[in-house]
């Protein structure tokens, strides 16, 4: 996959922890940046629109779109199917847009093999694994047994931590918000002068 002249930022860190909200904040901070909407085989919640929040899809169709190969990456996460649209992300990118990722550390592993230089990678840390667990635990969208996989899920995720060119601790979205923003502004000269 050729970059252009576009850059994929890609945002993990396990569930719980606040991606979703941090994102809105990013956007706001800077509406420049891109969203790369992910196609799912799990329904929607309450308030996620397709196309928007995800490309919501039935497993068959998920599986054929893997067998003509049109996934930067996909995996199974939670018992649902997730992937990352080639095509979406080769237009935008050919548009020169920075393209905001957020995906689990399964899909980061797989873009990072793909695309290293072309990305950054940043992963999002609770303030305390205690606090993760009460987030997880005291979500309404999910049944008990989905919960619990989240919190097993979390823990293995948080493991990968290292292997992320930056970690932030999301104490207060609008500082992580803005710390992210600053490591996206700073990489941009590097990028530059990386391909010149």
């Not at 252009?4 to 809105?24: E, Q, W």
């Not at 050919?94 to 230089?117: M, P, T």
Request: aromatic share 8%.
């Amino acid at each position: 996959m050729s970059a252009a002249s576009g850059r994929l930022i890609v945002l993990s860190g396990p569930s719980g922890v606040g991606k979703d909200t941090v994102l809105r904040e990013l956007f706001r901070l800077d509406p420049t940046l891109r969203y790369s909407v992910s196609y799912t085989t799990r329904a929607p919640r309450p308030g996620e629109v397709d196309g928007e929040s995800y490309s919501f899809v039935d497993e068959p169709t998920f599986r054929a779109m893997v067998a003509r190969d049109e996934f930067l990456e996909w995996a199974e996460v939670h018992g649902h199917l997730y992937g990352t649209s080639k095509r979406r992300l080769e237009a935008g990118l050919a548009r020169s847009e920075e393209i905001v990722l957020k995906l689990d550390v399964q899909g980061a592993a797989r873009v990072r093999r793909r695309v290293a230089r072309e990305a950054i990678f940043i992963f999002l840390l609770p303030p305390s694994n205690a606090e993760l667990r009460r987030r997880l635990t005291e979500r309404a969208t999910e049944d008990a047994a989905a919960r619990q996989l989240r919190v097993d899920n979390a823990v293995a995720e948080l493991a990968e931590a290292e292997k992320y060119d930056h970690c932030i601790v999301n104490e207060s979205v609008e500082k992580t918000s803005r710390c992210i923003l600053d490591i996206i502004k700073a990489s941009r000269f590097d990028f530059v002068t990386e391909r010149s």
